[in-house]
């Protein structure tokens, strides 16, 4: 028990904090709500009309009335309007129009009462008992919620007669738009469709994303809710907080702290506030404001939130920005309340008659002595402090409500007018009529602005933004900034000033409202898990992907011949990379395979000037020139490698390559047969000396090369080697090579050299201790051996390198190779010929010869 009476005191504090600061703000909040703590609605007023023009002054009634200073402002525009008709002679002429309230307050349940009650006590109207006609029609201006409105249309048809005209300002609802259960209610505000996308446009023009709503729990407040849902998803803009405010007081209460913790933690800087001006909703923002926090407000026109009084000041510096519905200026209507003199009525009607949402602005003693002031000085006094006389939304609803009325009646008198001078028989015209005719009602105000009040056909809603400045001392300035208009194409609908919106500390630098700062470009967005579209991660693109915008969802990928620099915001055109002469590597290899060349040439040279010479005699000069041709051509094979590749070059390589080393392994294979044959020739082996005598050995080179040539036939015709154009291995290069083709046929190629190598091989090793100067079995065993090195060597090391580098080392085998041949082969025979002579005659052959017989 302890603990819930403990708990009872706190949830008070508040109440009896702002009962200590602010009294008369806190004694409105308990005026204003009735007593199961809901806050009143709209007013009802009925308007009929007489025959005769009205030189009373009817609208002094407004004075006797104690209403809420927001339905004096509507009671104002009532009596404005009808005063404004009826002095227009070109409109009902001989009629006038009156209006009647039939309560003390603006208390729609207590209306609804009173009207029923006082009917019955006058026998004015009974259940099934009215037997008169009604000559005319009475029509009933309302601004209360839907269900009271409900409420109040099915009782009046229950107790009339006739059907009953009716038509409501303030807020639209949906469910009173249905022609068949309310056939003669018109409503004359439009959805907030328009409305919600002009928010939306507002909001976007300045980059924002993370809005927080302060809005009425209520349906007027949640239809709005889905309207603007439905356009920040179009346009991908989240909200922060969403503050459904109770409208019951006493529900309001027990929540208040927790709406204000809300807003005052959420990191958004802009917050919409959306609602009736006399609810909780407007007790919440004038609590909000008093305790200082730090918002940019978007509200409608109608919460005028200008401060009044050096009494109560807003510490706001950024101000609050209006959207309020487009209409022309009403002349005539700022004097019209500025001439009236209601000290005639009663004083206290000035006490209240201020524009401010809450009136903490007049103190006691300012009432008191409005009580003993004459009537000049108390208009003085009105004029000095009605700062904002301008028609608001729901006035401006109510100036066309019955000048809406007043055209239907006119057409209908009309054609009355015309029947009787036709028939001259009177005909009395009938709520049906008026009904008929307002539907399809269509009519230019004194405004200037097109009004139809077929709510199919209505017209989109034009707005206009303006910008609210509070100064310190409670002065305020309202401006235009802008308008919204859905007429114009998409992206041109909202038109602002931004030059006129200042803060109070004189930067003119606007905030930023977003959840995440913005993802540059270089990065994409990542959408956290279970957070709004507008909360993400910014995350670096992927390689080779980039992005030039800010908030992307992905990155875009290079195409193939550009890639992404380091800041991965530009795609940059990929260098053509390939084994040319002009760099270093390439130079450095064609210039040593052009020196082997030039040096395989000399030793040819050497050769055949030395042909007679034993040692050249002794080795088969025929075979030794073939080897020494197979040579060169060897050598220049890289130059085939160099250079930008082409489909013939591909192919010329690769074929090239094969044959001819086929050529030079062959005929090393031939000389070793020739060696093997040469020494073991003796007279019982008839059949080897025929084989030598006939250059048998002779016939392996072509038919070697043959075989090689008929792989090679076969590799061109299943899958020659064509250009490759590689743009991935590298990222910023794109690697121009010659594409093996099959890939088999060329291990096939490299296969049969390395089989006649090792054959090569395998007999000179056997046959290197055979006698003789000049047995040239030792020098190919060591030239195969390197050769078949070279190539086992290629093979993996192919395989790890790309690009020119692999062309590299495949141009390195071929020389390395072709080296080897040429030095273990014929770099011995060159160094006897050239330098020892003496060892190059048959005397020396017989030497060697005969000690070598001898040891053996």
Same mark, same amino acid.
């Given at each position: ?7 009872f ?34 007013c ?7 025959q005769?023009?009205v ?9 006797n009335?104690? #209403? ?12 404005f309007s009808i ?6 002679p ?17 208390d729609?349940?207590?209306?609804l ?13 009974l ?20 269900a ?9 048809n229950?107790? =009339?007669?006739?059907q009953?005209?009716?038509l ?24 907030d469709?328009?409305l ?7 909001? =976007?023009?300045?980059s924002w994303?993370? #809005? ?7 349906d ?23 503050n ?9 209460m027990?929540r ?10 959420s ?18 923002f004038?609590m ?11 509200t ?10 050096k ?6 510096v950024?101000g ?9 200026? #009403?002349s005539?209507?700022k004097?019209?309340v ?8 009663s004083?206290?009607?000035?006490v209240?008659?201020?524009?401010? +949402?809450?009136n903490?602005?007049?103190s006691?003693s ?8 004459s ?19 729901w006035?401006?609803?109510?100036y ?29 015209y ?7 005719f ?13 009004v ?13 933004i ?11 300035l ?23 919106i ?8 606007m ?17 956290k898990d279970g ?5 993400? +991660?910014c ?10 915008e800010t908030?992307v ?40 395979s052009?020196?082997f ?6 030793v040819?040279g050497?050769?055949?000037?030395? +042909?007679?010479?034993p ?10 020139? =073939? ?7 060897c ?33 090393v ?40 040539? #008929? ?23 794109? =690697? ?38 000049f047995?040239?079995a030792?020098?190919i065993?060591f ?5 078949c ?15 020119k ?41 017989r ?10």
């Open positions: 028990m302890f603990t819930m009476i403990l708990l005191l706190l949830l008070n504090i508040p109440l009896l904090v702002a009962n200590c600061i602010y009294p008369r703000c806190f004694w409105r909040m308990k005026q204003n709500g009735n007593k199961d703590g809901n806050w009143r609605t709209g009802v007023f009925f308007i009929t009309s007489v005769w023009p030189e009373k002054e009817y609208f002094s009634d407004i004075f009335i104690q #209403i809420h200073t927001e339905q004096h402002k509507y009671a104002l525009a009532l009596v005063y404004e008709i009826n002095r227009n070109d409109l009902l002429p001989n009629m006038s129009l009156i209006f009647k309230f039939l309560a003390d307050t603006c729609c349940e207590s209306q009462n009173s009207v029923i009650h006082s009917s019955l006590q006058s026998h004015t109207i259940p099934n008992y009215i037997c008169e006609e009604f000559t005319n029609c009475l029509m009933a201006l309302t601004g209360l919620n839907w009271t409105t409900v409420k109040l249309h099915i009782i009046v229950h107790f =009339i007669s006739q009953f005209l009716q409501t300002y303030g807020p639209f609802y949906p469910v009173l738009s249905d022609n068949e259960k309310f056939p003669c209610l018109h409503q004359m505000s439009s959805d469709r328009s919600a996308l002009a928010l939306v446009s507002f909001i =976007i023009h300045f994303n993370w #809005i927080g709503l302060a809005i009425s729990d209520n007027q407040g949640v239809q709005f809710l889905s309207y603007l849902k439905s356009e920040m998803e179009k346009s991908t803009v989240c909200f922060a907080f969403v459904m405010i109770p409208v019951n007081l006493h529900l309001y027990s208040a702290e927790m709406y204000y913790n809300r807003i005052m933690t990191s958004t800087n802009v917050v919409i506030i959306y609602g009736d001006t006399d609810s909780t909703l407007a007790v919440s004038t909000w404001e008093s305790r200082g926090i730090q918002k940019i407000w978007v409608t026109s109608k919460w005028d939130v200008t401060p009044s009084t009494d109560f000041t807003f510490d706001n950024y609050t920005f209006a959207l309020g519905q487009h209409h022309g200026e #009403i005539g209507f004097n019209f500025q001439t009236l003199n209601p000290f005639k009525h004083d206290e009607f000035l209240t008659l201020e524009w401010m +949402h809450f903490c602005e007049v006691d300012t009432c008191k002595t409005l009580k003993t002031c009537s000049s000085h108390s208009l003085e006094w009105l004029k000095k402090h009605t700062f904002d006389m301008a028609f608001i939304e006035s401006y609803d109510i066309n409500a019955v000048y809406a009325f007043a055209h239907a009646l006119h057409e209908v008198i009309f054609q009355q007018f015309d029947t009787l001078h036709k028939n001259n028989v009177k005909e009395n009938s709520c049906k009529k008026l009904c008929s307002l539907k399809k009602m269509s009519f230019t105000n004194p405004v200037g602005d097109r139809n009040m077929n709510q199919r056909d209505k017209l989109q809603e034009e707005y206009d303006f910008y609210i400045w509070n100064f310190p001392q409670g002065l305020g309202k401006v235009k900034t802008g308008m919204f208009s859905s007429y114009f194409p998409s992206g041109q609908q909202l038109h602002l000033s931004e030059d006129k200042e803060w109070v500390t004189g930067s003119t630098q905030l930023t409202s977003v959840c995440s700062a913005d993802c540059g470009p270089g990065f994409r967005k990542s959408v957070m709004a579209a507008c909360c993400f +991660h995350k670096p693109c992927p390689e080779n992907e980039i992005s030039n908030n969802d992905l990155c875009v990928q290079c195409q193939e011949d550009h890639y992404a620099n380091t800041e991965q915001n530009h795609c940059i055109p990929k260098a053509v990379v390939f084994l040319s002469y002009e760099e270093p590597l390439g130079m450095a290899l064609s210039l040593i052009l020196c060349s030039a040096f395989t040439i000399v040819l050497v050769i055949v000037k030395h +042909h007679s010479t040692i050249v005699k002794a080795n088969n000069r025929t075979l030794t020139y =073939i080897l020494l041709v197979s040579l060169i051509f050598f220049l094979c890289p130059l085939l490698f160099i250079g930008h590749p082409n489909s013939a070059t591909c192919i010329l390589q690769q074929i090239t390559f094969g044959v001819v080393f086929t050529v030079s392994v062959s005929t294979l031939a000389k070793t047969i020739t060696v093997i044959l040469a020494f073991k020739v003796t007279a019982s082996r008839r059949m080897m000396k025929y084989f030598l005598v006939s250059r048998v050995s002779n016939y392996i080179i072509p038919i070697c090369t043959l075989i090689q040539v #008929i792989v090679c036939a076969v590799w061109l015709e299943a899958s020659p080697p064509s250009v490759d154009i590689d743009a991935r291995s590298e990222h910023s290069h794109i =690697i121009i090579v010659c594409h093996k083709g099959s890939v088999n046929a060329f291990y096939y190629v490299l296969g049969y050299l390395a089989t006649l190598a090792f054959g090569s091989f395998t007999l000179a090793f056997f046959s290197r201790n055979l006698p003789g100067a047995n040239e030792k020098s065993t030239s195969m051996l390197v050769f090195s070279v190539w086992v060597t290629f093979i993996p090391v192919y395989h790890s390198t790309k690009g580098i692999m062309v590299a080392v495949e141009i390195f085998c071929t020389l390395a190779s072709s080296a080897g041949m040429l030095g273990f082969i014929f770099i011995p025979k060159c160094y006897t010929i050239l330098f020892r002579p003496d060892q190059n005659s048959f005397e020396m052959i030497v060697k010869s005969s000690s070598r017989v001898q040891i053996s």
